[in-house]
């Protein structure tokens, strides 16, 4: 059995594109934790929970902290926001 504990905190958003939006958001803010690992955030619907949409890229970094941009987005990957 693994050592690792994921905790699912149900939020209710009003469509994909602003579940991801609103997982970016808390995801960011508490990425100050240690024990937060952004690159695993996933959205799903309600009543198929088994679909699940990344929120953040998932590509560890040189240090091993992960990208912290949108799934799927242009350009190469960053440990900052872009302005």
């Known amino acids: 059995m693994s050592a690792r504990?994921?905790?699912?905190?149900?939020v209710v958003a009003a469509d994909l594109l602003a579940a991801q939006r609103l997982a970016r958001v808390v995801g960011r803010w508490i990425a100050v934790l240690p024990m937060?690992?952004?690159g695993e955030m996933?959205?799903?619907?309600?009543?198929?929970?088994?679909?699940?949409?990344?929120?953040?890229c998932d590509v560890?970094?040189?240090?091993?902290?992960r990208c912290v941009l949108?799934?799927?987005?242009?350009?190469e990957?960053?440990?900052?926001?872009r302005r």
């Open 42 to 56: 996933t959205v799903s619907d309600e009543d198929m929970q088994f679909v699940r949409h990344r929120v953040f």
């Open 70 to 75: 949108r799934d799927g987005h242009d350009g």
């Open 36 to 38: 937060m690992d952004p």
């Open 77 to 81: 990957c960053a440990r900052r926001l």
């Open 60 to 65: 560890r970094l040189a240090g091993g902290r």
């Open 5 to 10: 504990f994921v905790i699912h905190l149900p």
